[in-house]
């Protein structure tokens, strides 16, 4: 191509959107943190900008084992390498790598409404659970995950229903600062699969499917082999009817097993409906646990080869940490300049 060309062609191409999302290493990811937002953040990369996010200091607000932390910081990493997050096009980094969010984040916190915060209903669910470490971290969570998504301008946040009132905060404060400070922040949207937003339980399917479940056949693990796959979901609770059909709210079990398929198969409930009419929930389960068992096995491969090379792992976190740091920095010191924080001489 001409130089010339090139250059038409670079200017006929509008600026790609940009994309952050996190997840937290506080254990092995299931099928729902894969099929809510993994699963997106690989597919999404051919048409956005992406910056994902090993959330560590998210993680603290529950007490953890320090060598543990760092264990799964590293393994999470690997694990996303091997689902298909590319560190050349996108930037892959671990939070306390980039210490400007943790600077953002105390400026929107004291932007943030104590009232508001009070509202978050993941701080009620957590603070019900452990109630002996009802701490200001996890009160103040969304605000460090408004800075998180804020800090990068991102117009688009991949995760799993039960994230976006966290959304909506981010959007709030967002709102807010601009119109104290001037246009300032992106306001961003989510994006929500449409089916597998919120998977479920296979022991309980009213509860939200959760790695923390005591019960490990509530749960498939990112990682789980073929044959525990198969057992998990032969043991998944469905009901008396035998009929494979959507009905979220009086067939919680066979839907949410419906969504799973649906989101790997790209099948339609309906035409799922059809495929496995006058079939029993055997067959059915059978079905939906080969479809994710292909799906998992392959990442799991390469989960194994890529964790070997501890190396490898710590130098994409490297050179995702100086990307990210490097956009980071600049909205911090936007920030600062823009509320009145007196700069120091450089
Ligand atoms: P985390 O680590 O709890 O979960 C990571 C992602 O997985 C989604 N998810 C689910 N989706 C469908 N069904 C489920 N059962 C299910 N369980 C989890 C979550 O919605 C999430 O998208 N606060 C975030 C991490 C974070 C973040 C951010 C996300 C920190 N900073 C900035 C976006 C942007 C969290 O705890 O995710």
């Avoid at 084992?65 to 050349?88: C, H, K, N």
Wanted: charged residues 25%; contains cysteine.
């Amino acid at each position: 191509m001409s130089e010339t060309n090139q250059n038409q062609t670079q200017q006929a191409q509008p600026k790609r959107k940009r994309i952050l999302s996190g997840i937290q290493p506080t254990g092995t990811p299931t099928l729902g943190n894969y099929v809510g937002a993994v699963r997106n953040w690989a597919l999404l990369q051919k048409d956005y900008d992406c910056l994902y996010m090993v959330a560590d200091l998210h993680s603290l607000t529950v007490r953890e084992e320090p060598a543990a932390l760092r264990r799964r910081t590293r393994e999470l990493s690997a694990l996303l390498l091997a689902a298909g997050i590319d560190p050349v096009n996108s930037v892959l980094f671990v939070q306390s790598h980039v210490p400007s969010h943790t600077q953002l984040a105390w400026v929107l916190a004291c932007n943030t409404q104590y009232g508001q915060l009070t509202r978050m209903t993941q701080f009620k669910d957590k603070s019900a659970k452990h109630p002996d470490n009802v701490n200001g971290g996890l009160f103040t969570y969304p605000v460090l995950m408004a800075a998180d998504i804020l800090i990068y301008n991102a117009d688009l946040v991949p995760v799993g229903e039960d994230q976006t009132q966290h959304l909506e905060i981010t959007r709030d404060i967002a709102q807010r600062f601009n119109n104290l400070y001037g246009p300032t922040f992106t306001l961003p949207d989510g994006y929500v699969p449409k089916a597998g937003a919120r998977i479920m339980s296979l022991a309980e399917p009213t509860k939200k499917m959760s790695k923390s479940d005591p019960n490990v056949n509530s749960f498939v693990l990112m990682t789980d082999d073929r044959d525990t796959i198969v057992r998990k979901f032969k043991r998944a609770v469905t009901d008396s009817e035998g009929s494979v059909r959507y009905d979220a709210a009086n067939k919680p079990g066979v839907s949410n097993l419906m969504a799973i398929y649906s989101t790997f198969t790209g099948k339609s409930m309906e035409e799922i409906e059809a495929e496995f009419a006058g079939k029993g929930y055997g067959d059915f389960k059978l079905a939906v646990a080969e479809t994710v068992a292909d799906a998992l096995t392959p990442i799991r491969t390469e989960y194994s080869r890529i964790l070997a090379d501890k190396a490898y792992v710590d130098g994409v976190l490297k050179d995702g940490a100086a990307r990210a740091a490097r956009l980071a920095d600049r909205m911090v010191a936007k920030v600062y300049r823009k509320i009145g924080l007196l700069q120091p001489e450089r």
